[in-house]
Protein backbone atom coordinates (compact mmCIF):
# COMPACT_ATOMS: atom_id res chain seq x y z
CA UNK A 1 0.00 0.00 0.00
CA UNK A 2 1.02 3.52 -0.68
CA UNK A 3 2.20 5.71 2.24
CA UNK A 4 -0.74 7.32 4.11
CA UNK A 5 0.47 10.85 2.97
CA UNK A 6 -0.23 10.23 -0.55
CA UNK A 7 -3.94 9.04 0.05
CA UNK A 8 -4.27 12.85 2.15
CA UNK A 9 -3.16 14.15 -0.96
CA UNK A 10 -5.29 12.31 -3.13
CA UNK A 11 -8.02 14.26 -1.10
CA UNK A 12 -6.97 17.15 0.05
CA UNK A 13 -8.79 18.54 -2.65
CA UNK A 14 -11.67 16.41 -3.13
CA UNK A 15 -14.01 17.48 -0.56
CA UNK A 16 -13.61 21.30 -2.30
CA UNK A 17 -13.86 19.63 -5.41
CA UNK A 18 -17.53 18.19 -4.68
CA UNK A 19 -18.54 21.20 -2.44
CA UNK A 20 -18.38 22.95 -5.83
CA UNK A 21 -20.82 20.61 -7.49
CA UNK A 22 -23.08 21.09 -4.43
CA UNK A 23 -22.64 25.30 -4.96
CA UNK A 24 -22.42 25.59 -8.69
CA UNK A 25 -25.73 25.34 -9.98
CA UNK A 26 -24.47 26.18 -13.71
CA UNK A 27 -24.98 23.70 -16.91
CA UNK A 28 -26.70 21.33 -15.10
CA UNK A 29 -30.18 19.96 -17.17
CA UNK A 30 -33.21 18.36 -15.59
CA UNK A 31 -33.64 14.77 -16.86
CA UNK A 32 -36.08 13.36 -14.30
CA UNK A 33 -38.19 14.58 -11.24
CA UNK A 34 -41.11 13.28 -9.21
CA UNK A 35 -42.52 14.57 -6.53
CA UNK A 36 -39.81 13.48 -4.21
CA UNK A 37 -36.93 13.18 -6.28
CA UNK A 38 -35.25 15.72 -9.06
CA UNK A 39 -32.43 14.70 -11.02
CA UNK A 40 -29.80 16.32 -13.03
CA UNK A 41 -26.64 15.65 -15.24
CA UNK A 42 -24.11 17.79 -16.89
CA UNK A 43 -21.12 16.54 -19.05
CA UNK A 44 -18.23 15.80 -16.24
CA UNK A 45 -14.93 17.34 -16.76
CA UNK A 46 -13.11 14.35 -15.89
CA UNK A 47 -13.70 11.88 -18.36
CA UNK A 48 -16.22 11.67 -21.90
CA UNK A 49 -19.31 11.20 -19.44
CA UNK A 50 -21.83 12.87 -17.52
CA UNK A 51 -22.35 13.94 -13.96
CA UNK A 52 -25.14 12.58 -12.33
CA UNK A 53 -26.77 14.87 -9.67
CA UNK A 54 -29.88 13.58 -7.02
CA UNK A 55 -31.99 15.82 -4.66
CA UNK A 56 -34.32 13.92 -2.05
CA UNK A 57 -35.90 15.69 0.62
CA UNK A 58 -35.79 13.19 3.49
CA UNK A 59 -32.77 10.73 4.52
CA UNK A 60 -30.34 9.88 7.33
CA UNK A 61 -26.56 9.95 7.17
CA UNK A 62 -26.75 5.99 8.51
CA UNK A 63 -28.55 4.55 5.80
CA UNK A 64 -26.13 6.30 3.23
CA UNK A 65 -22.91 6.00 5.67
CA UNK A 66 -19.88 4.25 3.55
CA UNK A 67 -18.78 1.55 6.24
CA UNK A 68 -18.85 -2.19 6.08
CA UNK A 69 -21.76 -4.24 7.37
CA UNK A 70 -23.83 -0.74 6.82
CA UNK A 71 -27.17 -0.13 6.19
CA UNK A 72 -25.80 0.46 2.26
CA UNK A 73 -25.54 -2.69 1.35
CA UNK A 74 -29.52 -4.20 2.86
CA UNK A 75 -31.48 -1.67 1.21
CA UNK A 76 -29.26 -0.16 -2.02
CA UNK A 77 -30.00 -2.52 -5.04
CA UNK A 78 -27.32 -1.33 -6.54
CA UNK A 79 -24.30 -1.88 -4.06
CA UNK A 80 -23.91 -5.99 -3.96
CA UNK A 81 -21.02 -5.68 -0.77
CA UNK A 82 -18.88 -3.08 0.76
CA UNK A 83 -15.77 -3.53 1.69
CA UNK A 84 -12.77 -1.72 3.82
CA UNK A 85 -9.56 -1.89 2.38
CA UNK A 86 -7.62 -0.03 4.85
CA UNK A 87 -8.26 3.14 7.25
CA UNK A 88 -5.74 5.49 6.94
CA UNK A 89 -7.05 8.53 9.32
CA UNK A 90 -10.16 8.65 11.35
CA UNK A 91 -11.81 10.13 8.17
CA UNK A 92 -9.77 8.64 5.40
CA UNK A 93 -10.21 5.09 3.84
CA UNK A 94 -9.26 2.97 1.54
CA UNK A 95 -12.90 1.64 0.08
CA UNK A 96 -13.79 -1.02 -2.44
CA UNK A 97 -17.42 -1.26 -3.54
CA UNK A 98 -19.16 -3.95 -5.91
CA UNK A 99 -21.97 -3.79 -8.05
CA UNK A 100 -24.28 -6.65 -9.30
CA UNK A 101 -24.44 -7.58 -12.67
CA UNK A 102 -27.15 -5.99 -14.96
CA UNK A 103 -29.89 -6.20 -17.51
CA UNK A 104 -29.73 -10.51 -17.34
CA UNK A 105 -26.28 -10.42 -16.98
CA UNK A 106 -25.31 -8.62 -20.26
CA UNK A 107 -23.35 -6.12 -17.96
CA UNK A 108 -20.94 -7.72 -15.89
CA UNK A 109 -20.37 -6.48 -12.05
CA UNK A 110 -18.35 -3.63 -11.81
CA UNK A 111 -16.12 -2.83 -8.56
CA UNK A 112 -14.72 0.33 -7.47
CA UNK A 113 -12.06 0.98 -5.52
CA UNK A 114 -11.94 4.92 -3.81
CA UNK A 115 -10.32 6.90 -1.08
CA UNK A 116 -13.08 8.12 0.66
CA UNK A 117 -13.20 11.28 2.94
CA UNK A 118 -15.70 11.60 6.02
CA UNK A 119 -15.99 15.39 6.50
CA UNK A 120 -18.37 17.05 9.01
CA UNK A 121 -19.11 21.48 8.69
CA UNK A 122 -19.77 23.59 10.77
CA UNK A 123 -23.92 23.90 9.81
CA UNK A 124 -24.06 20.12 10.86
CA UNK A 125 -23.69 19.08 7.44
CA UNK A 126 -21.61 15.70 7.16
CA UNK A 127 -20.69 14.55 3.92
CA UNK A 128 -18.72 11.60 2.17
CA UNK A 129 -16.64 12.39 -0.66
CA UNK A 130 -14.80 9.67 -2.74
CA UNK A 131 -12.57 9.28 -5.75
CA UNK A 132 -11.04 6.54 -7.20
CA UNK A 133 -7.35 4.81 -6.19
CA UNK A 134 -4.69 2.02 -7.30
CA UNK A 135 -4.39 -0.16 -4.21
CA UNK A 136 -2.23 -3.15 -3.89
CA UNK A 137 -4.16 -5.18 -1.67
CA UNK A 138 -6.90 -4.88 -4.15
CA UNK A 139 -6.07 -5.25 -7.90
CA UNK A 140 -8.45 -5.59 -10.30
CA UNK A 141 -9.90 -9.31 -10.62
CA UNK A 142 -11.02 -11.15 -13.72
CA UNK A 143 -14.97 -11.63 -12.33
CA UNK A 144 -15.52 -7.81 -12.10
CA UNK A 145 -14.63 -4.82 -14.54
CA UNK A 146 -12.53 -2.50 -12.61
CA UNK A 147 -14.74 0.77 -12.79
CA UNK A 148 -13.61 4.06 -11.82
CA UNK A 149 -15.13 7.00 -9.59
CA UNK A 150 -14.17 10.74 -9.94
CA UNK A 151 -15.16 13.34 -7.84
CA UNK A 152 -18.18 12.60 -6.01
CA UNK A 153 -19.90 12.24 -2.85
CA UNK A 154 -23.21 12.51 -0.74
CA UNK A 155 -23.99 15.53 1.65
CA UNK A 156 -26.43 14.85 4.77
CA UNK A 157 -27.64 18.33 5.15
CA UNK A 158 -29.98 19.14 8.20
CA UNK A 159 -33.25 21.16 7.70
CA UNK A 160 -33.62 24.15 9.70
CA UNK A 161 -36.62 24.08 12.00
CA UNK A 162 -36.78 20.31 12.47
CA UNK A 163 -35.75 18.31 15.45
CA UNK A 164 -36.54 15.41 17.30
CA UNK A 165 -38.01 12.53 15.74
CA UNK A 166 -39.09 14.78 12.92
CA UNK A 167 -35.42 16.15 12.26
CA UNK A 168 -35.53 15.79 8.72
CA UNK A 169 -32.38 15.98 6.36
CA UNK A 170 -31.90 16.56 3.24
CA UNK A 171 -29.78 14.71 0.66
CA UNK A 172 -27.89 15.28 -2.60
CA UNK A 173 -25.53 13.21 -3.79
CA UNK A 174 -23.34 13.41 -6.96
CA UNK A 175 -22.61 10.73 -9.53
CA UNK A 176 -19.42 10.85 -11.76
CA UNK A 177 -18.72 7.20 -12.71
CA UNK A 178 -16.65 5.51 -15.24
CA UNK A 179 -18.30 2.29 -15.72
CA UNK A 180 -15.40 1.46 -18.10
CA UNK A 181 -18.55 0.16 -20.58
CA UNK A 182 -19.90 1.87 -23.25
CA UNK A 183 -22.93 0.83 -23.30
CA UNK A 184 -23.55 2.49 -20.06
CA UNK A 185 -22.98 5.82 -21.98
CA UNK A 186 -26.10 5.70 -23.95
CA UNK A 187 -28.48 3.99 -21.44
CA UNK A 188 -31.20 5.98 -20.30
CA UNK A 189 -31.98 4.23 -17.54
CA UNK A 190 -29.89 5.52 -15.27
CA UNK A 191 -32.79 8.09 -13.71
CA UNK A 192 -35.50 5.96 -13.39
CA UNK A 193 -32.65 3.77 -11.19
CA UNK A 194 -32.19 6.78 -9.18
CA UNK A 195 -35.98 6.65 -8.51
CA UNK A 196 -35.32 3.03 -7.37
CA UNK A 197 -32.58 3.60 -5.59
CA UNK A 198 -34.32 6.73 -3.46
CA UNK A 199 -37.31 5.09 -3.21
CA UNK A 200 -35.66 2.09 -1.45
CA UNK A 201 -33.83 4.96 0.92
CA UNK A 202 -37.27 6.36 1.70
CA UNK A 203 -38.40 2.97 3.12
CA UNK A 204 -35.30 2.16 4.76
CA UNK A 205 -35.45 5.26 6.46
CA UNK A 206 -38.52 4.58 8.04
CA UNK A 207 -37.81 1.02 8.84
CA UNK A 208 -34.50 2.09 11.17
Not at 107 to 133: C, H, M, W
Request: overall charge negative; hydrophobic content about 35%.
Amino acid sequence: PLPAMAYEERVRSLADTVQLYRQDASGWRSCKRTNEVSIYWRPSTEFSGNIGDVCVPEAVWKCLKPEAGGLRTKWDQNVKDFELIETISDTISICRTITPSAFMKIISPRDFVDVVLIKQYEDGTIASAATNVEHALCPPQPTYVRGFNYPCGCFCIPIPGTQGLLHCTAAKVTIDSDFSCYLYQWLSTFPDSCIVVWFLLHTAFHLT
